[in-house]
């Protein structure tokens, strides 16, 4: 090799290094969501009481008064304010932008050891962002000097709609706190708060026009305790409303954070609290009270005129407070069976020729848009608002998976996305076990974090119409702000950059790294988390030989190492390191915990594998699930793990208004003696236990003779015990329930039938 070519391979190696080094410290700086584009340059800049700041061609009031509040509340000092530029560098400066106006969210951030300069439209959010990113790069101890690495940030979001929600009806929350919430988006550039203020469950909005509102469907005589299931009470009055001056205090809280706030007053349906107080509003004007328990329940608002008017002035006050475009009217889980029966519903029916309640519905939202229209607002309401044709300028969000999104956009109407797979932050978290009550379902970080927004079945043209993406805090379970908090951390640090960040710049491991970061800054701030990210998964596979399965452990390796027992001994770094899948062919308890620098870092994750006769066999299914609860699929049914309580949907097998029938074929002749299928029973979720269940056996999986019927055992499972038989095939057939009793929720419609583990010893 020449000389000439050393020094060339020399110049490619060390640029290869330098890019590394330099990325390697980018992904480390804690920034949550990761700009557009970072570079990092050589050296620090010293923030101290004696840095200035300049402000030449604009002032960012708002922007330095909120970076001056922080400094003081966090580092004790605040920074002099200056309108030229000091002889002795050490100074943050303000400056306009070269580029077309309009881009009021971008910003660039140009950190020297020198100067800090912020370039961002003046009155725009982007001085405001520019301060967060700098908030985040501060260092977490309280110093004199607060050193800062030097670099350049040009940065842009990737969404328009980035938001956040909470439901304050089934629990209401501080004003104090509301504010706190605010500050949360804030810090990761969120720029919608989604304000859920009325429901069955109380009205939390004061109405000038309508005093008895706050009045009376402010308070509850009590509130479901527990798990839903359960339908148990307490008997404590419960309640509180927000005045109109304090929303104006919020409006202007959240604006200075350039944060919009949409209110949502609920219609047609989850209107209780409302009628509760006005009783004219309903179909049968009898008088109600307040729902303590959560749920979807019959009373709706009526669609005579007098009820249009009440709305109307309700929505003119609302619309005087919150100076957004839009105004979120609900529009979802309207039952139809009051509207059936009602004679005022059917000659709206008949006088508008009208097809149905579902049409009538769609009238009602129209004539509601038709009004906030007329005041130069826009309505947007779930997705709900799609049946029975789409208001004229009406915008959707899509809580039912993405479809209503996409119908949406397809129709050329905005659409915000905010799908229960993803966005729904009521769900758990982590292992039920360990975690607090929630409503169920199963959302982790690391899935938040998978979330596409913009779904690839729309074109260039209708992609335009998806806005963002938002999550939502429903608190049927949330009881204190705590709680809020601890559902929200680190969630929305997950979604804000998902919605920020461009797709290229995103990488989970790399989120995660930065975000244990984060935690410290959390709790500098006093924001509650979750760390259930440091918790080991348990994920059970399919084994090719049908003796055993096969057990993967997960946990983001850039967080520590997986060390496990199988002896029923408490996990340590002195416990077997897991390396790769584990092969289990008996009866065996798995703990499993991470660790790093021999400190154990999540709590110890326990699971019971019960490995029998049915366990990995092949198992065919005549109906598949519902696509809803069918997490795993069949192989969920034998997988060795009893599901848990409460309920998750990644561990149940769900059908609606169908029967199980499966054939699982054990591989050759075996002795068997009982068998047993775990189901649930959960009436006030629509979830039955079957009609009856039937076991059937064959030798050659073509003809089967049945050797019984199943009976129930402690309300959970269903077994059989039969004399000692051999066989290849075992079928198990369960019939649904059928229809739901009348006086039961979902009454007349298909029962659910849930199923988790089948057992064959």
């Not at 009538?360 to 309401?381: A, D, P």
């Amino acid at each position: 090799m020449t000389n000439k070519m050393k020094h060339k391979l020399y110049n490619i190696v060390a640029i290869l290094f330098f890019s590394f080094y330099v990325s390697a410290q980018q992904n480390s700086l804690p920034l949550i969501p990761q700009p557009k584009s970072l570079v990092l340059t050589n050296g620090n800049f010293n923030l101290t009481s004696s840095t200035k700041i300049v402000v030449t061609a604009q002032s960012a009031k708002n922007e330095i008064a909120y970076f001056n509040a922080y400094l003081k509340t966090h580092y004790g000092f605040v920074l002099d304010v200056v309108y030229k530029i000091p002889e002795k560098d050490n100074y943050i400066i303000f400056k306009f932008p070269d580029w077309e106006a309009g881009l009021k969210e971008n910003y660039h951030l140009n950190i020297q050891e020198s100067a800090i300069s912020i370039t961002a439209e003046s009155g725009g959010a982007g001085n405001f962002y520019a301060i967060q990113s700098l908030i985040q790069l501060l260092p977490i101890e309280k110093t004199n000097t607060l050193v800062i690495p030097c670099l350049q940030i040009k940065d842009t979001p990737l969404m328009k709609w980035r938001g956040m929600h909470l439901d304050v009806c089934r629990h209401f929350f501080s004003i104090d706190f509301i504010k706190k919430y605010i500050d949360l988006l804030a810090l990761y550039k969120m720029n919608t708060f989604h304000w859920h203020l009325t429901d069955d469950q109380g009205w939390r909005i004061e109405i000038k026009k309508y005093p008895k509102l706050t009045q009376v469907g402010a308070w509850r005589k009590g509130t479901m305790i527990g798990a839903y299931s359960n339908q148990e009470f307490d008997t404590i009055k419960y309640g509180g409303y927000y005045t109109q001056e304090q929303i104006k205090e919020v409006v202007a809280y959240a604006a200075q954070r350039h944060i919009t706030i949409v209110p949502e007053i609920e219609m047609p349906g989850h209107a209780v609290a409302a009628i509760s107080a006005y009783p004219f509003l309903s179909c049968d004007e009898k008088q109600i009270d307040v729902e303590r328990g959560w749920g979807v329940f019959e009373n709706v608002f009526c669609t005579k005129d007098t009820v249009f008017n009440f709305l109307e002035n309700v929505l003119s006050e609302v619309m005087n407070l919150f100076p957004g475009t839009y105004i979120h009217i609900g529009g979802d889980e309207c039952p139809k069976t009051k509207w059936k029966t009602c004679k005022h519903c059917q000659l709206r029916i008949k006088t508008e020729k009208l097809k149905d309640e579902h049409e009538l519905q769609s009238y009602f939202i129209t004539r509601i848009e038709k009004f906030v229209n007329s005041k130069g607002r826009q309505i947007i309401g779930w997705d709900e608002i799609l049946e029975g044709g789409l208001a004229p300028n009406a915008a959707v969000m899509s809580w039912r998976g993405t479809e209503g999104g996409i119908n949406a956009a397809k129709q050329k109407h905005n659409a915000v996305m905010s799908p229960g797979t993803h966005c729904y932050f009521d769900h758990f978290q982590g292992d039920p076990i360990d975690e607090p009550l929630a409503f169920g379902g199963y959302t982790p970080l690391q899935k938040v974090y998978s979330f596409n927004p913009v779904p690839t079945e729309l074109n260039d043209s209708e992609k335009k119409y998806i806005l963002g993406a938002q999550a939502n805090i429903w608190t049927e379970y949330i009881l204190n702000e705590k709680h809020v908090e601890y559902m929200a951390n680190p969630r929305m640090a997950a979604l804000s950059e998902v919605l920020w960040s461009p797709n290229e710049n995103r990488n989970q491991s790399n989120f995660i790294a930065r975000l244990q970061k984060h935690f410290l800054l959390l709790d500098k701030l006093h924001y509650n988390y979750s760390k259930a990210l440091y918790n080991v998964e348990q994920v059970p596979t399919a084994s090719n030989t049908h003796q055993a399965i096969q057990l993967e452990l997960k946990a983001d390796s850039v967080l520590g190492n997986i060390y496990y027992t199988s002896d029923g001994s408490e996990p340590s770094i002195k416990s077997t390191p897991y390396t790769k899948a584990i092969t289990i062919s008996k009866n065996t308890t798995i703990k499993a915990a991470l660790f790093k620098d021999n400190e154990q870092l999540g709590k110890v994750s326990q699971r019971y594998y019960d490995i029998n006769l049915a366990t990995n066999k092949s198992i065919a299914l005549a109906t598949p699930p519902n696509s809803s609860y069918n997490y795993g699929g069949a192989f969920t049914l034998i997988n060795g793990v009893v599901a848990s309580l409460p309920r998750t949907n990644n561990q149940w097998l769900g059908w609606s208004g169908k029967n199980l029938e499966a054939v699982i074929d054990l591989k050759q002749p075996e002795e068997i003696k009982t068998i047993s299928v775990g189901f649930l029973k959960e009436e006030v979720n629509w979830i039955y236990l079957p009609k009856d269940a039937e076991v059937f056996i064959s030798n050659d999986g073509q003809k089967f003779s049945s050797v019984g019927k199943m009976k129930l055992n402690n309300e959970r499972f269903m077994e059989i015990i039969i004399n000692p038989t051999k066989t290849r095939y075992v079928k198990i057939v369960a019939n649904y329930y059928g229809l739901i009793p009348q006086g039961n929720p979902g009454a007349g419609s298909p029962a659910w039938l849930f199923c988790d583990e089948i057992q064959i010893k």
